[in-house]
T-cell receptor, first 110, second 112 residues
Framework: KNEVEQSPQNLTAQEGEFITINCSYS?????LHWLQQHPGGGIVSLFM???GKKKHGRLIATINIQEKHSSLHITASHPRDSAVYIC????????????FGKGTHLIIQP | DAGVTQSPTHLIKTRGQHVTLRCSPI?????VSWYQQVLGQGPQFIFQ???????GRGNFPDRFSARQFPNYSSELNVNALLLGDSALYLC???????????FGPGTRLLVL
């Protein structure tokens, strides 16, 4: 069973700061997802990646398969980025669904 | 185009009762997965259905069951509810078993 660890658990930063959230996993995967969850529960899929780097707007996700590690970066952070960011991995053929980290609670202060 | 929809949005039940939660996937998506998210924790995988067949099951007791209908909508059933079943139940759909999952808003279940 894959263990997914995220750090930090909580992060408070000022508007405009560069944010980094880290995710590490214990077993080889077929894909890694970064998700955003707002208060009230709705989850939005930000990225799915299996290698390299992806960018969407101010968000950048990278993954290092050899080191079993991924990072989510937010440039020029804004209060509307405040949310819980969750890392989730899919192992092998996907029959076990996604395994989730506990999430990083991000607060961006104006 | 509508996203993933779930019903009901909120539900209150008492211990021992049974509950049925419903999910409609994005049009054209054939895979539906169910997750349980207890307050303060990440979601936990319950079931995955693809083309109306169970393709994966998480570590949940037999009180939990699900099915997928010909139109690819899905139901999650929980029997003999326990206090610990109180959680947000999330449904996610994808075009196949391994592509990006799109999540519904969830059903918040409270068991008293």
């Amino acid at each position: 069973k894959n263990e997914v660890e995220q750090s930090p658990q909580n992060l408070t930063a000022q508007e405009g700061e560069f944010i980094t959230i880290n995710c590490s996993y214990s077993v080889g995967i077929s894909a890694l997802h970064w998700l955003q969850q707002h208060p009230g529960g709705g989850i939005v899929s930000l990225f799915m990646l299996s290698s390299g780097k992806k960018k969407h707007g101010r968000l950048i996700a990278t993954i290092n398969i050899q080191e079993k590690h991924s990072s989510l970066h937010i440039t020029a952070s804004h209060p509307r980025d405040s949310a819980v960011y969750i890392c989730a991995v899919r192992s092998g053929g996907g029959a076990d669904g996604l395994t989730f980290g506990k999430g990083t609670h991000l607060i961006i202060q104006p | 185009d509508a996203g993933v929809t779930q019903s009901p949005t909120h539900l209150i039940k008492t211990r021992g009762q049974h509950v049925t939660l419903r999910c409609s996937p994005i049009s054209g998506h054939k895979s539906v997965s169910w997750y349980q998210q207890v307050l303060g924790q990440g979601p936990q995988f319950i079931f995955q259905y693809y083309e109306k067949e169970e393709r994966g099951r998480g570590n949940f007791p037999d009180r939990f069951s699900a099915r997928q209908f010909p139109n690819y909508s899905s139901e999650l059933n929980v029997n003999a509810l326990l206090l610990g079943d109180s959680a947000l139940y999330l449904c996610a759909s994808s075009s196949d078993r391994v592509q990006t999952q799109y999540f519904g808003p969830g059903t918040r279940l409270l068991v008293l």
